[in-house]
């Protein structure tokens, strides 16, 4: 009888645990993804569409991961539906007799699993989850007192003794094939890319979904940006960073490869010791989730329940569209609709400003970056909200408001990722580009807006509000 493997964030061929312990069995092995059309579980429970983006990726890379398992002789079977529903389906068609998968942090994947268990069960179908699709699994790292950690030092020391040097499976060389496939949807059908309007272009000119798109992204950073990337990753006019993040977002390469690639191939020194760290906050992160499913609404500080947030529908739409008059948050907030990506630092100013200049909740500030980023992941995105907005685990504290004329001097002194993201300001001055306002005669001409807030009022103002709450608590 043939094996089920179910894909799920782990669109890869080369160190996944459950494909490899499909071939292992010797029964031939039907590779299944069900693209979740009912989103999740149904209606309240703990569903979370996929944005826009992330659909885009999605498409492209099932496609690249079913011409790898072609080249393999096999296929990839395509459903559509609730996982827990379609999987047994597939089973009770083909006659299988296991189905496996990898585990997962992600609450929405881990409860189907858990009825799609259920289901197979009552058919006589054994799942056979395997562990971890994570550095180490976050129920296996504890504090000494056995709680789970919420500061992130102890954390990564704990996560570098624990990960030692991880192991990586080489992908299988053939998939014994079944002697029936059972139907495949076309990819096509599930309209993951957008057809009218065609908002893609910029996103497929920035990226190459799929596996071996990440390894390229992977060996052009290590043999180039990871030299410098300690001092070259806060700089968002360079390319100092890896651009991993949503290749490692679809699992087409491992942390697990990601770290074990690093170690060997590059000299160890600060720059490797930080990009290590940066894939450390990811499994944080993630951690986090684990052990907060509903880590995209709820504070982890419960004081912040009580935050006087301002939902102003006008300066929300201003903050998305890049029209803040701030040209750093402008910059980002165009660069992420246009790429689908905004560099770190960038994400950290546009994030301040909304929750502390604007005061709009987090929560909003999530749900756009949830919807527009290629990386939008289900524990770093809310994760790093409540890291920006004061609330989050070992976060960054709320009083520390980032002055965005301040942070585009320091991180882009000479104004060059302004200039390519907010054209209207190419010709001005570098001593003005991040305040133009100090320029008003070139600024008329530009047709780039005043500044919508003026950011000591909205400062005082923040802190004002935060006090509140602190003095509450
Ligand atoms: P590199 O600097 O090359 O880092 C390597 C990898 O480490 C990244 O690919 C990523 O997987 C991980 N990493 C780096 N920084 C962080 C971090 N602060 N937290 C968690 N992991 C990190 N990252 C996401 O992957 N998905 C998100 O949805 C996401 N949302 C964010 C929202 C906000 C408000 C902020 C401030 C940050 C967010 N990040 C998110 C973290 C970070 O900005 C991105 O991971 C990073 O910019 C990706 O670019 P890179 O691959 O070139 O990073």
């Known amino acids: 009888a043939p094996v089920i493997v179910l894909f ?32 999740g579980l149904g209606a309240g429970e703990t569903a979370r569409p996929l944005g826009g983006a992330v659909r885009w990726w999605l498409h492209y890379s099932l496609e690249s991961l079913s011409e790898g398992l072609r080249a393999l002789g096999s296929r990839l079977i395509l459903r559509a539906g609730r996982p827990h529903e379609v999987v047994p389906q597939v089973a009770a068609e083909t006659g299988a007799a296991r189905v496996l998968l990898n585990e997962t942090v992600v609450p929405t994947h881990r409860e189907s699993a858990r009825r799609m268990a259920a289901a197979l069960e009552d058919q006589g179908v054994e799942a056979v989850t395997l562990r971890p699709d994570a550095l180490v699994w976050p129920s296996e790292l504890k504090t000494g007192t056995g709680g789970h950690y919420k500061v992130y030092t102890p954390f990564w020391k704990a996560l570098k003794q624990a990960v030692g040097d991880p192991e990586t499976l080489p992908p ?3 998939l014994p094939a079944p002697d029936h496939w059972p139907d495949s949807t076309p990819l096509a059908e599930f309209r993951l890319t957008p057809a009218m309007p065609d908002w893609a272009g910029g996103l497929r000119e920035s990226w190459t979904p799929g596996e071996d798109g990440a390894w390229a992204c992977l060996h ?13 990753r806060n700089l968002p006019a360079e390319v100092g960073t890896s651009r991993l993040s949503p290749h490692l977002r679809f699992g087409e390469i491992s942390a697990r490869q990601v770290w074990n690639a690093v170690r060997s191939m590059a000299e160890p020194n600060a720059s490797t010791d930080a990009y290590l760290s940066e894939i450390g906050w990811r499994e944080f992160n993630r951690y986090q989730l684990f052990h907060n499913p509903d880590l995209h609404r709820t504070p982890l500080r419960p004081e912040f329940r009580l935050f006087p947030w301002r939902e102003d529908d006008a300066d929300i739409r201003a903050w998305r569209k890049g029209l803040t008059g701030y040209p750093i948050v402008d910059a980002g907030m165009r660069e992420l609709w246009e790429t689908g990506w905004m560099h770190n630092r960038v994400r950290m100013i546009v994030g301040s400003f909304l929750v502390k200049d604007l005061l709009a909740p987090w929560q909003v500030g999530e749900a756009w970056f ?20 004061g609330c989050g685990a070992d976060a960054a504290p709320f009083f520390r408001v980032f002055n965005p004329v301040l942070q585009g001097e320091k991180f882009d002194p000479r104004g060059d990722y302004v200039r390519r993201w907010v054209p209207e300001l190419r010709e001005m001055d570098r001593r003005v580009i991040h305040k133009p306002w100090q320029a008003p005669l070139e600024l008329a001409r530009t047709g780039y807006p005043e500044p919508m807030v003026d950011h000591s009022h909205a400062r005082h103002r923040a802190l004002a509000a935060w006090r509140g709450i602190k003095d509450a608590a």
């Open 8 to 39: 799920r964030d782990d669109l890869r061929l080369a160190d996944h645990r459950a494909l490899s312990a499909a071939v292992g069995t010797g029964a031939p092995v039907i590779p299944l993804y069900v693209v979740d059309t009912a989103h």
């Open 172 to 174: 299988p060389e053939r």
């Open 220 to 232: 052009t950073f290590i043999d180039g940006a990871l030299a410098r990337y300690r001092t070259g």
């Open 370 to 389: 949830w919807d527009t980023l290629v990386d939008a992941d289900w524990g770093s995105n809310p994760g790093n909200w409540q890291w920006v907005a």
